[in-house]
């Protein structure tokens, strides 16, 4: 892949060099990384907000309860994800 020049003010830069040299990376590697982090989180919040919609379908909780017996009984008790 081919690397390309972007155009950045001196306190960016400064910033991301701070930002880079703590994880000892070069700024091309961090910021790679960062943004593999963003594309994930993206991913992450799209997954969750899917979730949240389909758990809030009528009769999904009792299916899924049906299929794989519901929470354990631990979970069942304080109300907390297994």
């Known amino acids: ?3 390309t020049t972007v155009k950045i003010d001196d306190t960016t830069r400064d910033i ?3 930002l880079a040299d703590a994880q ?3 700024i091309k590697d961090y910021l790679a990384r960062l943004a593999d982090e963003k ?3 993206r991913a992450l919040a ?3 907000a899917v979730f949240r919609r ?3 379908e ?3 909780i009792e299916a899924f309860d049906a299929k794989y017996g519901g929470l354990p ?3 069942r008790d304080t109300g907390q994800a297994a």
């Open 1 to 3: 892949m081919a690397d």
């Open 54 to 56: 389909v758990i809030n």
């Open 58 to 60: 009528p009769g999904t």
């Open 24 to 26: 000892g990376l070069t």
């Open 46 to 48: 799209t997954a969750t």
């Open 39 to 41: 594309q994930q989180e």
């Open 16 to 18: 991301l060099r701070e």
């Open 73 to 75: 009984p631990r979970a």
